[in-house]
């Protein structure tokens, strides 16, 4: 079982569409968790970074955290051709500062929003 | 705001011969940077963990001596692949973190390697 899971998709929604992408974890030792957009051929860009359970709102994007079931989301409101890319989870322990950089990423899911 | 920059962006290599991949922090100082891999339609995998002025932290199933890093200063880190082979073909990522604050981790853009 992998420590990180997420449906890669790939996933296709509409202009202004509401999308709703998850993970899943197993290591209870992860704290931190961040969502990545990554382009082709592109590094991850980040997007969102939480570490407590809850909601987290930034602009169109809403991140979830529920370590209790060990799931987190990102919700993109009103979601536009310029979101289609690739979402990358990713997560890490809490263990000092240097944990930041040992990420556990999920798959990715790819995103196409069309016109 | 911050940024890593990653040189070259792509490179093509003959099986046997030896790629060096820089990591620049072009506007903050980073002890600690870190080397990803990730396979096309795979995610990202951590391979070490490289610190300025001491040895690598390898992950478990990489390759020290194949994958040989290089931290010489607080803004460079050098990953080199040696005796490349067709199935090290992939794309190579570094991060560094960024002690001033703000995002905590920044990538650079990635080195497509391509080994023939």
């Known amino acids: 079982q992998k420590e990180v899971e997420q449906d890669p998709g790939p996933l296709s929604v509409p202009e202004g569409a509401i999308v709703s992408l998850n993970c899943t974890y197993s290591?209870?030792?992860?704290?931190?968790f961040m969502w990545y957009r990554q382009y082709s051929r592109k590094g991850p860009e980040l997007l969102m970074y939480t570490y407590s359970s809850g909601n987290k709102e930034d602009g169109r994007f809403t991140a979830q955290v529920d370590k209790s079931s060990k799931y987190i989301s990102l919700f993109i409101r009103d979601s536009q051709p310029s979101d289609s890319a690739t979402y990358l989870c990713a997560m890490s322990a809490l263990a000092g500062g240097t944990s930041y950089g040992k990420l556990t990423f999920g798959q990715g899911t790819i995103l196409t929003v069309h016109p | 705001g911050a940024v890593v920059s990653q040189h070259p962006s792509w490179v093509i290599c003959k099986s046997g011969t030896s790629v060096k991949i820089e990591c620049r922090s072009l506007?903050?100082?980073?002890?600690?940077m870190f080397w990803y891999r990730q396979f096309p339609k795979q995610s990202l995998m951590l391979m070490a963990t490289?610190?300025?002025?001491?040895?690598?932290?390898?992950e478990q199933g990489v390759e020290k001596d194949k994958f040989l890093i290089n931290h010489a200063s607080l803004t460079l880190s050098t990953l080199t692949v040696t005796s490349a082979h067709p199935e090290d073909s992939s794309f190579y990522i570094c991060s560094a973190i960024n002690p001033g604050g703000g995002s905590p981790l920044h990538f650079g853009n990635g080195t497509r390697l391509t080994v023939t």
């Open positions: 506007d903050f100082q980073a002890t600690t």
């Open positions: 490289s610190n300025e002025g001491s040895k690598a932290t390898y």
């Open positions: 290591n209870s030792a992860f704290q931190y």
